[in-house]
């Protein structure tokens, strides 16, 4: 396994990962021109605290603002970067600014052409759910 996922939120950490979801608790997801479906999330930039990160990579990649979001743990990649997970939802919609991101789109189930066919997210799914 190419990461150790904990249900713990670590305070040093390098980025975060958003599981967005809309009103109609459908998946909201995003296509990187580089990579295919994953859900948004990014880097943190100097002193950010988890909600800011989430709230700004949301907006860049996505274009919605979300509203209650709660961390839900972290996975930790074979080289030591440590990513914060977070779940939220929706807001508002005002505009998608990351030029990485080409489509967003909203799910019922996970696509099949997931960039990261790892099983991260069906596990950390599996455990919003349990």
């Not at 305070?11 to 479906?37: A, H, Q, T």
């Not at 603002?65 to 440590?82: F, Q």
């Not at 799910?107 to 759910?129: M, R, V």
């Amino acid at each position: 396994m190419a990461y150790i996922l904990d249900s713990k939120v670590r305070e040093e950490f390098d980025s975060v990962l958003i599981i967005l979801f809309d009103e109609n608790d459908n998946y909201v997801m995003c296509r990187n021109k580089n990579r295919s479906w994953e859900f948004p999330g990014g880097k943190r930039e100097a002193d950010e605290t988890i909600t800011e990160v989430a709230i700004r990579e949301s907006l860049e990649e996505t274009g919605w603002s979300i509203k209650d979001i709660v961390e839900i743990g972290s996975y930790i990649l074979a080289d030591g970067h440590v990513t914060n997970i977070v779940k939220a939802r929706t807001a508002e919609y005002i505009e998608k600014l990351e030029n990485e991101i080409v489509q967003v789109e909203v799910f019922a189930e996970l696509p099949s052409d997931l960039s990261f066919q790892d099983g991260i997210y069906q596990q950390i799914l599996a455990g919003i759910y349990e």
